[in-house]
């Protein structure tokens, strides 16, 4: 199983960055995804989710009518557009996979992709 | 402020038994199973618990877990230098339409 983010950089404040997740070795059509952010010197904070069809997502309150996750199975990719990008968005974002049965946790996590949000 | 509530840090000398708590409430641990991460600095996190207490394969036993009610714990005996490291504690929370919840983490310190 390989998870590779990309995408980040370096944005202004209000600005938009999409982050990509190429997914391998494992049939992502059949598994939950989630981004995962890092703030430096801080914790992990989940911030959504996508079901296995992405018929359903949700977001954390931090993110939720900026950010937009999607993905497109045929291409074995995850994705999250970020927009009206604040400071405090300043993170490593990590892809993550989760396990079936669903809620029992993420057992595969990308290497994590810095996005920086500075004037 | 981070839904579940963990140490900040803990510190044990080689060959100690050490335990990191992890707190929640009824929308998450206690109506769910948690699940703990170890992360070293600079690196992605890694799956060491899940269901409670299920190891992943090639996790020593010398990690364990637990669950009662709203509260969770790991377990670490035998202490080596090799497992200072970051640890979280994480759980699905059934408030908000679903979502993820996290703990604040905890710094192992292996003295």
């Known amino acids: 199983v390989q998870l590779a983010e990309s995408g980040g950089g370096l944005v202004k404040p209000g600005g938009s960055l999409r982050l990509s997740c190429a997914a391998s070795?494992?049939?992502?059509?059949?598994?939950?995804m989630s981004w995962i952010r890092q703030a430096p010197g801080k914790g992990l904070e989940w911030i959504a989710y996508?079901?296995?069809?992405?018929?359903?997502?949700n977001y954390a309150d931090s993110v939720k009518g900026r950010f937009t996750i999607s993905r497109d199975n045929a291409k074995n990719s995850l994705y999250l557009q970020m927009n009206s990008l604040r400071p405090e968005d300043t993170a490593v974002y990590f892809c993550a996979k989760e396990l079936i049965p669903l809620f029992l946790g993420f057992d595969f996590w990308g290497q994590g992709t810095l996005a920086t949000v500075s004037s | 402020q981070s839904v579940l509530t963990q140490p900040p840090s803990v510190s044990g000398t080689p060959g100690q038994n050490v335990t990191i708590s992890c707190s929640g409430s009824r929308s998450n641990v206690g109506t769910n199973t948690v699940s703990w991460y170890q992360q070293f600095p600079g690196t992605a996190p890694k799956l060491l618990m899940y269901?409670?207490?299920q190891r992943p394969s090639g996790v020593p036993d010398r990690f364990s877990g637990s669950k009662s009610g709203t509260s969770a714990s790991l377990a670490i005996s035998g202490l080596q230098s090799e497992d200072e490291a970051n640890y979280y504690c994480a759980s699905w929370d059934d408030s908000l339409n679903g979502r993820w919840v996290f703990g604040g983490g905890t710094t192992l310190t292996v003295l």
């Open positions: 269901r409670n207490g």
């Open positions: 070795g494992f049939t992502f059509s059949d598994y939950y």
């Open positions: 996508i079901s296995a069809t992405g018929s359903y997502t």
